[in-house]
């Protein structure tokens, strides 16, 4: 039996395992707050990004601190309903209003519709998300704002800049899937003093002296808390050598995509994305994901419209833009683009793409 293709692999991580395990010989701290791994990859990001870094336990929990640092009482957020709907927790968490606003073809927030949201609403904070190889340039919004980077490290915008090199507070995710996939974790990108404070969030109390350790054990919201493992954050290490080699690679696979059947398909390659993924725009997704599927070829369709969780359809301007997010769902698809695929597999999958859309449009192929 043909072994199928995921989206993502996990070969290259337990391949990087064995390599961090020689990092482990000696005494280290596994739960990672006294980690000299969790502090060399800070000192990383900061070299690379010219920002305040800080390592936390996930994305998420990244974004949900930088909210409470705002101190929000029934503000309200502006934020894609094409998002992780765990971004929306935080938002309400932290004890914002969230706003939906309209997205375009590649389900990215439209900046045109936050202006109009900021003329209804007293806004209080904007959270753009970074996806599908794509970003939205916020940097001339005077609104605070915090970007949701998870998956967007190594996408750069149409003058070259990359998308973490902006003005305000990002955090990018080290979960499964992402660019640099650990497992989980994620890292807060400052441009202020500020890192301190979300140091003693981490380690369950301010350390007044910057150093790392525990402070107190005065702990309120203990899932917050949750130990950065030294392992995640070696593993990030590990993949940043090899980030730019991978990315080249996937960049090869998206052209040679574009080339086979992107007059085929509404979407067009992003020549700065970091290429996870292939994205499809098409009417024909369901037709693209069953032909894979027959082939033993994982796809998959992206987030779904956070209004859909009956947990977030009552808030403010949940319908107020919900055909452009419909839309975008009725069309995404992404197939596989990762760096390890096969010559074969690359071409079976191109063959099966483009085979289906030959087959279902009156255009001549």
């Known amino acids: 039996m043909t072994d199928t293709v995921q989206i993502y692999s ?30 060399s990859l800070e000192d990383k990001f900061t070299k690379i990004t010219n920002k305040e870094s800080v390592f936390v336990s996930s994305c998420t929990n990244g974004i949900y601190l930088a909210l409470k640092r705002l101190n929000l009482n029934n503000d309200y957020v502006v934020v894609s309903p094409i998002t992780f709907f765990g971004i929306i927790s935080a938002i309400i968490r932290a004890g914002g209003i969230p706003l939906y606003s309209r997205v375009d073809e590649y389900g990215l927030m439209d ?29 001339g919004i005077t609104t605070t704002v915090i970007e949701d980077a998870a998956p967007a490290y190594g996408i750069k915008r149409t003058d070259g800049t990359s998308v973490l090199d902006t003005p305000h507070t990002t955090v990018i995710s080290f979960s499964y899937g992402k660019p640099l996939t650990a497992g989980e974790g994620g890292m807060i990108l400052l441009n202020n003093a500020d890192s301190l404070w979300y140091r003693g969030q981490r380690f369950c109390g301010l350390i007044t002296d910057g150093t790392y350790g525990y402070s107190s054990f005065d702990v309120n919201e203990p899932e917050l808390k949750l130990t950065n493992t030294a392992i995640s954050a070696a593993l990030v290490s590990t993949k940043l050598k090899s980030f730019d080699a991978s990315k080249q690679k996937a960049a090869a696979i998206a052209n040679y995509y574009q080339e086979q059947f992107g007059n085929y398909i ?14 499809i725009l098409s009417d024909l997704r369901n037709n693209i994901m069953k032909a894979l599927e027959d082939n033993n070829v994982k796809s998959y369709l992206s987030h779904r419209p956070v209004y859909y969780n009956q947990a977030f359809s009552d808030y403010h301007g949940a319908y107020r833009y919900k055909s452009t997010s419909e839309r975008y769902y009725q069309k995404i698809l992404h197939i596989p683009c990762r760096p390890d695929l096969t010559d074969s597999q690359v071409n079976m999958i191109a063959e099966t793409v483009k085979n289906t859309l030959c087959q279902n449009t009156i255009e001549p192929c």
């Open 10 to 39: 996990i070969g290259d991580i337990k391949q990087d395992l064995v390599t961090v395990a020689r990092l482990f010989q000696s005494s280290d701290t596994l739960g990672g707050i006294n980690s000299r791994h969790i502090k």
């Open 111 to 139: 900046l045109s519709s936050v202006a109009e949201l900021c003329d209804l609403y007293p806004v209080r904070v904007i959270i753009p998300s970074h996806i599908n190889n794509r970003c939205v340039d916020t940097r």
């Open 266 to 279: 509404d979407s067009q390659l992003n020549t700065n994305g970091n290429h996870q993924t292939f994205v």
